[in-house]
């Protein structure tokens, strides 16, 4: 998921969405109750980032611990399947 779809998932409203373009548009300051909302859920993306299981863990728990054992998880999946096809010889540890 981009951004804009993790702040739909968390139910935030196009609304707002239309008040930024808007500002670019016009070339105007972002209000600022949108830039703080918008700030907060930014740094809540970055913590949980755009894999749709660990946005809905989110979504639904609003905590970020079982976020990082889903983290995880993908990291050790991908890691696997990554392994299957890399040269021996090149294979990297993460």
Known sequence: MDFEEF???LGLSET???????SY??????PDFVHQRLTDLFHR?????????AVTSFV???VIDPVRAIQTN???YY???IKQ?????????I
């Open 7 to 9: 702040c739909w998932a």
């Open 16 to 22: 707002v969405f239309d008040i930024v373009r808007d």
């Open 25 to 30: 548009g016009t070339v105007k300051p972002v």
């Open 45 to 53: 993306y970055l913590l949980v980032g755009g894999m749709p299981a």
């Open 60 to 62: 639904e728990s609003k």
């Open 74 to 76: 993908i990291r050790a």
């Open 79 to 81: 890691e696997h399947a």
């Open 85 to 93: 096809y890399a040269p021996k010889d090149k294979r990297l540890v």
